[in-house]
Each structure stands twice: as structure tokens, then as C-alpha cells.
């Protein structure tokens, strides 16, 4: 072979090596951030329903009643700025249509203009997502 050839081939080999390395790097920092969402989201309900029970326990309902709208407010509005970057859910969520259907039908009612615009981008989202591959 000669030094040509032979530069070729390692400047390929190098090519490939560099994209599989990138690649699981790659994919294994996504995984990791996954998992991170998910400890972060499971630690946040766990708060919530720890305040919730020692409000309720201590007869604090006005004080339940605010951290609950406060954490259905921000849970709305932290989806609904994702729903850009989002990939299509691919199979229908009923359930998850059902509640934000509960947390809109609950905003109407306390005048919470915000939340129930959000609601409507979560519902459109899920209705249009779920059934793109359905």
C-alpha cells in the first residue's frame, strides 16, 4: 500500500471511530438526562404530597388550596413550554387528556386565563401527537 493509501485509511478509520465514540456519548448523556427528569419529577411529587398531607393533617385547606393551584400551575406551564421540543407521543393518551380536560375545567372556574391557554396547547398537542401515528 502506499503512504497515500495508507493515510486514507487511517484518516477513515479515525472518521468512523470519532462518530461511534460521538454517538454513545451521545446517547449516553441523553439517557442520563432522561433519568435526571425523572428523579427530579418523582423527588418534586413527593414534596408536593408530603406539604399536602401536613396541611391537611394541621386543618390548613386555604393553605392546601394554594400550594395544589400553585404546583398545577407551574406543572402546566413547565409542559407547555416544552411542547415545542417534544416528539410526538405516537399513541393516544386518554388519560393524560382526561386530566388536563379536570385541570382546565378547574382553571375556568378560579379565573386562570394563563393556565387554561396552556391546557388548550397541552390538549391540542397530545390529541394531534397521539394521533399522527395512530
Do not use: H
Not at 26 to 54: H, K, W
Not at 83 to 99: D, I, R, S
Amino acid at each position: 500500500m502506499t503512504k497515500r493509501a495508507t493515510m486514507a485509511l487511517c484518516i477513515a478509520l479515525s472518521f468512523l471511530l470519532g462518530t461511534v465514540v460521538g454517538w454513545y456519548l451521545q446517547r449516553s448523556r441523553c439517557e442520563q438526562d432522561r433519568a435526571t427528569l425523572v428523579v427530579v419529577d418523582g423527588v418534586g411529587v413527593a414534596d408536593l404530597c408530603a406539604s399536602s398531607l401536613e396541611a391537611v393533617e394541621q386543618g390548613k385547606a386555604a393553605t392546601l388550596q394554594r400550594v395544589l393551584e400553585n404546583r398545577m400551575a407551574g406543572a402546566v406551564n413547565y409542559a407547555a413550554e416544552r411542547v415545542g421540543c417534544a416528539a410526538p407521543v405516537g399513541f393516544p393518551v386518554p388519560n393524560l387528556v382526561e386530566g388536563l380536560n379536570r385541570v382546565r375545567r378547574y382553571a375556568v372556574a378560579k379565573g386562570m386565563s394563563g393556565v387554561v391557554e396552556k391546557c388548550d396547547r397541552l390538549i391540542e398537542f397530545l390529541a394531534v401527537k397521539s394521533n399522527a401515528r395512530a
